[in-house]
Every structure is written in structure tokens, then in C-alpha cells.
């Protein structure tokens, strides 16, 4: 999982970018539902409860589902962040490897490995993209509740009695909100749990690898000077002995 992960990493920039376009498009539909709204309170009350019901679905059902779709795209953007920061892990990990490769086999100082939280950031933030895509698919459902709720007018909505079907609609879509509002706090807090994951893993890379590599240069220097002695004992010339007279 961890080499599927490790190719799909690279990607991030376009993942940012989707995320970056979905919230510009939610802020595109935000200012269209809000025109349509200043154009449906502009009438009076008796016109906006008979021939602008559909107006009054749309508003509703668009404020039920938008900012989960504006929080999708923000999503994308801090999962592309983490997968960005897998990159940059990847090529630590690649230059450490790289730079013990010159040692001798036998002398190579052992590589440091991932921590655990290294290992479940990917994990985590996928975690982070499935809370953010089950809250705008609830979010989607509960607008087309409230798109047939809205439909009618509100004296009639105010009169539903105890088992009817309106009265069933109005509680669904108020006692759904209710929890699916800090839901889609949990994916974003999800998501920032991964980029720490990911900050931390690079930090303790670091610090092994700083550490990796002062016992690969104090291998290197005792090599030379192993190799340097027998060359020393090579250009010594031996004293001769003085003949007697």
C-alpha cells in the first residue's frame, strides 16, 4: 500500500488545483443563490408564498449542500499538502540511501526507518477525503428532502400535524444538520491530524539521517586512514647497516 501510495503522491499539484476549482465554484454558486434570494425577498409575502415556491426550494436545498461541496475542495487541497509532504519523505529517504551507498557493505550504517505516524499519515488523510465525500453525499440527499419540504408554503409547513410525512421531512433534514455540521469539522481536523503526522515524520527522518550520516563520515575517515598506513609503511627506506673497517 505504501509503493501505491508513493506513486500516486506526485499528483498532488493537480489535487490542489481540483480542490482550488471547487472552491471557486462554490463561491460562483454562493453569489448566484444570493441574487436569487435578494430577488425572491424583494416581492411580497403573499407573491413569495404562491409563485416563488420553487425559488424558496432552490435557496433552501442550495444551503443544505453547498458547504459541503466547498469543503470537499478544501479538503483536496490539504490532502494534496500531505501527499506533497510524502513526496518530500520519499526523496529523503531516496538521498539517504543514496549517500551510504558509497560505504563499504559490511560498514554501512543501518537506515533509519518511517515512525508508526509516518506509516499512517497516507492512511489518515484518505480517512480525512472519505469523511468530507459521505458528508456532501448526506448533504445532497437532505437538499432534495428540503427541496420537496420548501415546495410548499409555509402556513402549510406550520400546520403539519404529528406523523405526516411533511413533519417527518422537517425533522430529518433539522436533526441530520445537527450532527453533520461538526462532521465535516471532523475530516477538516482529520486532515491537519495528517500534515502534523507528516511535519513530525519529517523531522524525525532529519535528525536520524543527520545522525546516519555522521557515522558514515567517521567510517569514511577511518578508512582512509587504515589505507594511508600502508602506504606511509611502503615509503619508509629501511636504514643501512655501516660496514666495519
Do not use: C, H
Request: aromatic residues 8%; charged residues 15%.
Amino acid at each position: 500500500m505504501q509503493k501505491m501510495i508513493s506513486k500516486i503522491a506526485p499528483t498532488f499539484p493537480y489535487v490542489i488545483w481540483m480542490g482550488f476549482i471547487i472552491v471557486i465554484l462554490s463561491v460562483i454558486i454562493g453569489f448566484v443563490n444570493s441574487q436569487t434570494a435578494a430577488a425572491y425577498f424583494t416581492e411580497s409575502k403573499a407573491i413569495r408564498e404562491t409563485t416563488l415556491l420553487a425559488e424558496r426550494a432552490a435557496i433552501e436545498s442550495t444551503i443544505l449542500w453547498l458547504p459541503y461541496f466547498k469543503f470537499l475542495g478544501l479538503g483536496m487541497v490539504l490532502g494534496g499538502i500531505v501527499m506533497a509532504l510524502k513526496v518530500i519523505l520519499d526523496n529523503l529517504m531516496q538521498a539517504g540511501m543514496k549517500v551510504i551507498a558509497n560505504l563499504p557493505e559490511d560498514k554501512r550504517p543501518a537506515m533509519p526507518k518511517a515512525p508508526w505516524y509516518g506509516r499512517l499519515m497516507p492512511i489518515v488523510m484518505m480517512l480525512g477525503m472519505l469523511i468530507f465525500i459521505v458528508a456532501l453525499i448526506v448533504s445532497l440527499q437532505l437538499s432534495g428532502t428540503a427541496r420537496a419540504v420548501y415546495a410548499n408554503p409555509i402556513p402549510v409547513i406550520d400546520a403539519a400535524g404529528t406523523g405526516t410525512v411533511l413533519l417527518a421531512q422537517l425533522q430529518s433534514i433539522q436533526a441530520t444538520s445537527a450532527w453533520l455540521v461538526p462532521f465535516k469539522f471532523l475530516g477538516i481536523a482529520t486532515e491537519f491530524l495528517a500534515i502534523v503526522m507528516g511535519l513530525g515524520t519529517i523531522v524525525y527522518v532529519l535528525n536520524n539521517q543527520t545522525a546516519m550520516l555522521k557515522k558514515g563520515v567517521q567510517v569514511a575517515r577511518s578508512g582512509k586512514q587504515q589505507a594511508a598506513q600502508p602506504a606511509e609503511e611502503a615509503d619508509q627506506v629501511p636504514a643501512t647497516e655501516s660496514i666495519p673497517t
